[in-house]
Structures are given as structure tokens and as C-alpha cells.
């Protein structure tokens, strides 16, 4: 997630104030919009370890698993089925499961994926998109075809979820000040110019192959449900929404991604693969078998994708953008230098409440506001071991300057939310909010509490700027001319 920009050159300024997540690129991991596609939930909440059904699932369901028990990919043997569960639709076990046991096996004939695609009437034409655009426009086609072979699938698949993506204005304006707010805006965007490309150079030059017509509602629907219930990390597999596995609703209370799921070969002489579901943990019969989607995913993250927040700590964070500017006189050195480290021109870091900053943070700002009498340490001489000189403090007045760019940038953005912590827990005890507007006061607060959280760190560094060894200090007592205690040491001659 992500961002204030900072330009620590002198005199300090901000580059530019933003509270966006971090960039999104096409369905990868940054710039230009990093959409990255996870496993899913049907439904718009996350759910206690045993969440128990509510009742029997409607009938196009039950039309969904008979043709899955013809196509002998299921049986009544099967340790698990459909059902209503709180969150909407999820998967019952019906017998206990043991931890690690396999739920569900879908053969790749059954998956939607590029290979899909690419064997459909619109496979060539689809040939040179961006994966998830291809598969978009092969779920829109297939939701207008009454005789899909995936039909009874898109039956059962929800108009919308609670992702932000989907929601109107008023409800967006909860966000006011978030990051998640600029980066929902910033996803829509991205969304309406692959569309508008892929309208001009695919869809209306082959109206033949697209003879219903495709608007960007549909388009933002295809891309709801890619982001919500697309499996990643498979082998080979880097977008594929696996029917019926899809079902498999997320629990707060599993912390393993362990044995959730992989792509195995059908048999010894089968090319065929086979996607296998395993429960985690063990499941009661009657219960619902759940997984974690993420341990790795912030609230504004699963918000995005999901459409649900969690209660933990650990899920509320802020991304702080750091970038060295091209202005800056040391431009050249200070890239140079971050690029040795592994970072770049910008950085990225996400802060989560109640953990220590992310280790190269601070080195990071310390390089950025480098200048003006300690400048010196950007020369080659020091190359080789000047990041380990800025994991230490440099100067009073560059360790002075760091503490109030990050603090100043941490009122401007508490600044932009339009209620206080107070009032958000406030709101969040009273209990029964709409689940959007609860979603809204779960993020808003999480980032200000980690907002709050950095200040005070780095007003606790602005405390101690008398007390801290300096560069100076430090290279004086290396040679011998200073004592521990900072006196100095005279030699005598004879």
C-alpha cells in the first residue's frame, strides 16, 4: 500500500503529498498499477474458524454440483458441498477432515485460464492482451451465451462484491484521506482505459465474435470477479478461476497458508493436471472448511480485493513513498547508492501497526536527506561501506531533519480524514453498520492509529538528538582521539 512522497533536498520540501496504495501495473506487482490476483471469497465478509451453515443453497447451486457429480469430478463420497453459510455461499463438510486432507480435486478441463481463452472462437484475437483482459472479455462472452458450456458456473457467480471498486460515490466518501481511497480511484481509472483500448481494437473490429454489446459495467464485473476469485501462486498458472474451489470462504483464525491449495499431475500417465483443495485444519462435520487467503495483505488490501477488513493489529498499515529527486545536486551518487542496497529512485515501505519501521527506512531517509557538510560520505572512498554508515545516525542536523519531514507528512495526512480515531472506534462499537461503512471506519482508523504510531517514533528520535553518537563522534573514537564518554584524549610526547 502506499505513499507520501518525500524530496529531502534542501531546502526540504515535499515532492508531492499523495495517500495512494502503491502503484498498480497489469496484474503483476508495480508501476502502473500493480493488480495482483488472489483466491477468493463469494461472499463480502471474513468468518470465524467454525462458521456454521444457514441453510441449503439455492437451486442454481445444486444444479452447479449435480453437474459436477455427472462430470464425476465430485460424488456423494465427496468430503464437502455447497451451502449457505453467513458470508453467502461456502463449502460444508460433510464427514470430519483431518488437517492437510484433500476437499476437492478439479481437473484442468475446468479451469478458466489463458489456455481457455486461447482455445475459444476468440482465442486469436485475444492472442496479444494482457492476460486478465483476455480473460475478461472471455467471461463477459460466455455470461451472454445462453448455451456456454459455463454457463451453470456463471449462473452462481455474484453482480458485485463488496470491494471498493464497486461502491458509489457517498459510500467512497467515507474513505475521505485513506490511501485506499486514492487507490480505488486510481484502479477504476486503469480499468476504464483497458476497456476503452480493448472496446477500439478488439471488440468492435470483431463484432462477429462479439455480437452482444460489452460496456464498461460489464467490463468492471469480469474484473470484480477475477481479483476476488482468481487462485495465485500455482505452478505455471499465473490467473485461473477454479470452479466450485471458488467457494472456499477465508477464516481470520487460520494464520497458515500451509497445504491450501497446488497444482498436481492427474497420474503417472495422465498430461492431465488437477487443482487440490486441502483444509488447513481440522473440520467438524457440518462445519465450514475455510482457508487464509493472505497473511501478507493489509485491511485496505483485502478491502480492495474482497471486500472485508479484520480486527487484527497487524492488518492495518501505511506504505510511506520515498523518492531521491532529480533535482537534488547528489542525484546521481544517491541513486547510485540505493541501487547497490537493492532499492531505487523510489522506495517503498510499508509500516504495520505494532512492529518495529521496516529496516532500511530509516538508512533510506538518512541517504535521501544527505547534504551539505555531510555530503562527503556520498564520495567512492566511502561506496563500500556507507550504508552501514547510515544505519547509524550521521549528523544532529541531518537526523533532526528526517524526524520533521516524516512527522510534518504524518499531520498533513491525518489531517485529510474528516473523523478521529475516537470517533471511529466510537462508531465501531456501537456496532450495526451498513458492511461498507464498517469496511470505511475499519481502514480509516487502522491507518491513523499507524500514523500516530510513526509520529510518536520519530518524536521520540527528536527527544534524543542531544544523546545520540554521530558520525563524527564515532570515527573520533575509531582513531583513538576520543574516550567512550566522549572526552578527549591528548597524547603525550616525551
Request: hydrophobic residues 40%.
Amino acid at each position: 500500500m502506499a505513499a507520501t512522497f518525500f524530496n529531502l533536498s534542501s531546502p526540504p520540501t515535499f515532492l508531492h503529498y499523495s495517500t495512494t496504495l502503491k502503484p498498480f501495473s497489469s496484474f503483476s506487482t508495480k508501476p502502473t498499477l500493480s493488480i495482483h490476483f488472489t483466491k477468493k471469497p463469494f461472499s463480502v465478509s471474513s468468518t470465524s474458524l467454525h462458521s456454521p451453515p444457514t441453510g441449503d443453497p439455492p437451486p442454481e447451486v445444486q444444479t452447479f454440483w449435480q453437474w459436477f457429480q455427472e462430470q464425476r469430478v465430485v460424488s456423494a463420497k465427496s468430503p464437502v458441498r455447497p451451502g449457505m453459510v453467513p458470508e453467502g455461499l461456502g463449502l460444508i463438510a460433510k464427514k470430519d477432515i483431518s488437517r492437510n486432507e484433500v476437499v476437492l480435486e478439479i481437473p484442468n478441463r475446468f479451469w478458466i485460464n489463458q489456455d481457455a481463452v486461447a482455445a475459444s472462437e476468440i482465442g486469436t484475437v485475444c492472442s496479444g492482451l494482457k492476460p486478465w483482459v483476455a480473460v475478461a472479455l472471455f467471461l463477459i462472452r460466455e455470461k451472454f451465451r445462453e448455451d456456454s458450456q459455463w454457463r451453470l458456473y456463471l449462473d452462481i457467480l455474484p453482480e458485485s462484491t463488496d470491494s471498493t471498486v464497486f461502491w458509489s460515490e457517498e459510500e467512497l466518501a467515507e474513505l475521505q484521506g485513506t490511501q485506499l481511497l486514492s487507490t480505488t480511484l486510481g484502479v477504476k481509472e486503469y480499468v476504464r482505459n483497458e476497456f476503452l483500448k480493448v472496446e477500439e481494437e478488439i471488440i468492435l473490429p470483431n463484432k462477429q465474435l462479439f455480437p452482444t454489446s460489452i460496456t464498461l459495467d460489464d467490463f468492471f464485473w469480469a474484473f470484480g470477479i477475477l481479483r476476488s476469485r482468481a487462485f495465485s501462486r500455482l505452478r505455471g498458472q499465473n490467473l485461473v478461476l477454479i470452479p466450485l474451489a471458488d467457494l472456499i470462504n477465508h477464516s481470520p483464525s487460520i494464520t497458515t497458508e500451509d497445504y491450501a491449495w497446488e497444482i498436481k499431475g492427474a497420474g503417472l500417465f495422465s498430461r492431465d493436471l488437477l487443482f487440490s483443495l486441502r483444509s488447513p485444519v481440522s473440520v467438524k462435520a457440518g462445519q465450514q472448511v475455510l482457508i487464509q487467503y493472505d497473511l501478507d495483505k493489509s485491511n485496505a488490501e483485502l478491502a480492495l480485493d474482497y471486500g472485508f477488513v479484520e480486527s487484527k493489529s497487524e492488518r492495518n498499515a501505511y506504505t510511506f513513498t520515498l523518492e531521491i529527486s532529480e533535482s537534488d545536486p547528489f542525484y546521481g551518487d544517491k541513486l547510485d547508492i540505493a541501487e547497490t542496497n537493492g532499492l531505487g529512485e523510489t522506495a517503498y515501505f510499508d509500516i504495520v501497526l505494532g512492529r518495529p519501521l521496516p529496516p532500511a527506512l530509516i538508512p533510506y531517509l538518512r541517504l535521501v536527506a544527505l547534504g551539505g557538510t555531510d555530503a562527503f560520505l556520498l564520495e567512492s572512498i566511502f561506496r563500500n561501506t556507507i550504508w552501514g554508515h547510515l544505519d547509524l545516525p550521521v549528523s544532529r542536523a541531518n537526523e533532526e531533519l528526517i524526524c520533521r519531514v516524516v512527522r510534518d507528512a504524518c499531520k498533513s495526512a491525518l489531517s485529510g480524514y474528516h473523523t478521529t480515531i475516537e470517533e471511529d472506534e466510537k462508531l465501531l462499537e456501537e456496532g450495526n453498520l451498513d458492511p461498507r461503512l464498517k469496511i470505511a471506519v475499519g481502514v480509516r482508523a487502522g491507518e491513523k492509529k499507524v500514523l500516530r504510531q510513526i509520529d510518536e517514533i520519530f518524536k521520540g528520535r527528536e527527544s534524543e538528538l542531544d544523546l545520540l553518537e554521530y558520525y563524527q563522534e564515532r570515527r573520533l573514537k575509531d582513531l583513538g582521539l576520543v574516550g567512550e564518554q566522549g572526552e578527549l584524549i591528548f597524547w603525550e610526547t616525551n
